[in-house]
């Protein structure tokens, strides 16, 4: 069983910057895949960015020179750094792990 703990959302301008944080404990193993879903409102979940163990990352288009993913293995945690915010990126965004996921925290974009 894994437990995820993710924080950082919050209210943000357009233009704005935030960076979400995702902790996990539990039944952890080095070679998982970490990465951030998001579901806005009146749509799907999508992915948004993923990173594997050995550090390389994989992006949503919409996202491709705005969001950064990193994680630290030592910490087992992943980061999303979101950078020119656009009102469009309001969403709830997921943590995952291999195969389990966070409770999700809030994003809005929002003048």
């Known amino acids: 069983q894994v437990q995820l703990v993710e924080s950082g959302g919050g209210l943000v301008q357009p233009g704005g910057s935030l960076r979400l944080s995702c902790a996990a404990s539990?039944?952890?193993?080095?070679?998982?895949?970490m990465g951030w879903y998001r579901q806005g409102p009146g749509k799907q979940r999508e992915l948004v960015a993923v990173?594997?163990?050995?550090?390389?990352?994989n992006y949503a288009d919409s996202v491709k020179g705005r969001f950064t993913i990193s994680r630290d293995n030592a910490k087992n945690t992943v980061y999303l750094q979101m950078n020119s915010l656009k009102p469009e990126d309001t969403a709830v965004y997921y943590c995952?792990?291999?195969?389990?996921w966070g409770q999700g925290t809030q994003v809005t974009v929002s003048s």
């Open positions: 995952v792990y291999g195969t389990s």
């Open positions: 539990g039944s952890i193993f080095r070679f998982v895949a």
């Open positions: 990173i594997t163990s050995g550090g390389r990352p």
